[in-house]
């Protein structure tokens, strides 16, 4: 009788260690979960990384990748709808809402495993933030650091404020697409809505 959690199409441990010659993009957990099946043991310990019953580890593979190849890039600055509006809720005077409005920030994006990088390019500074996906991290912004966690639903990467209330608490959701990115920030105390939108370039 075959025991539960364990699957009856395991491959052998040399084929499937020979699958994760992308294991920059697997974690450590699941190259147990791969190793344990392939020894036929149970997972079941292990099934937070759905591994086991729903996703083989080639289909895990292929969604590290399939997200990588989404998010992955450069975005280029083309347009902005009431973005000096929101920067005036913000508190911004007019010359620093004049000089914002006229930045074109490239925005760059990677992911490694499960690790985001978010650099800002400006003319005068480049800002990095590196974080985990539903994890607090304090990122820094020209008003000072804030403290804010990062969620993914589908392609829309959502940026939320979790510090001490602030009359400057911005959401910020970044929606990707094939050819770009659209990044609309809410002021959470006023609900003035600023959008900048983003080409993707071809690298």
Known sequence: MERAGVRKDNLSLETHLEELRYINIVPPEALIVVIQLALGGSCRKYSRFQLCSSITIQNYIQT???????????????????????????GANYIMRKVASKAKPTIKVKIEGDSWTLTTILLVKTITWQFRLNEKVEIYTPDGNIKVIFSLNGKTLTQT????????????????????????????SSGTVGIRYFKKTKE
């Open 64 to 90: 590290k990748l399939s997200m990588e190849l989404q998010f992955d890039g450069t975005y280029l600055h083309e347009k902005d709808e009431n973005f000096e509006t929101l920067l005036a809720k913000l």
């Open 161 to 188: 404020p979790t510090g001490e209330p602030s009359e400057r608490d911005t959401v910020v959701v970044r929606e990707f697409t094939e050819d770009g990115m659209k990044q609309t920030m809410t002021h959470v």
